[in-house]
Nanobody, 121 residues
Framework: QVQLVESGGGSVQTGGSLTLSCAAS?????MGWFRQAPGKERERVAT????????AYADSVKGRFTISRDNAKYTAYLKMNSLQPDDTAMYYC?????????????????WGQGTQVTVSS
């Protein structure tokens, strides 16, 4: 069992920046960030694969968000720039074993508790 602990959420104004961190208790090849706004489905924001460093992003965040990881520390980061009110959501770190990062949140067995990101106009 892998535990994930997120940090770094908060409130910013439109155009602001935040960086989220996710510390895992053990090795997992794929780590990612998902978000869920009230009344909406949980959606993949970004994922990163250990080894290749391959990343994938939702179209809505491409060019604004950057996912990275420190493999030695089992930690993933999400740097969010040019934040918009539509980015307001609970952000969750997720991880899965295996060499594939999926977009479907149901395929991720490990989850953090979530951290709130609020962007005001």
């Amino acid at each position: 069992q892998v535990q994930l602990v997120e940090s770094g959420g908060g409130s910013v104004q439109t155009g602001g920046s935040l960086t989220l961190s996710c510390a895992a208790s053990g090795y997992t090849p794929c780590m990612g960030w998902f978000r869920q706004a009230p009344g909406k489905e949980r959606e993949r924001v970004a994922t990163i694969l250990i080894g290749s460093g391959r990343t994938a992003y939702a179209d809505s965040v491409k060019g604004r968000f950057t996912i990275s990881r420190d493999n030695a520390k089992y930690t993933a980061y999400l740097k969010m720039n040019s934040l918009q009110p539509d980015d307001t959501a609970m952000y969750y770190c997720a991880a899965r074993p295996g060499a594939v990062c999926y977009t479907d949140h149901r395929l991720f067995p490990y989850w953090g508790q979530g951290t709130q990101v609020t962007v005001s106009s």
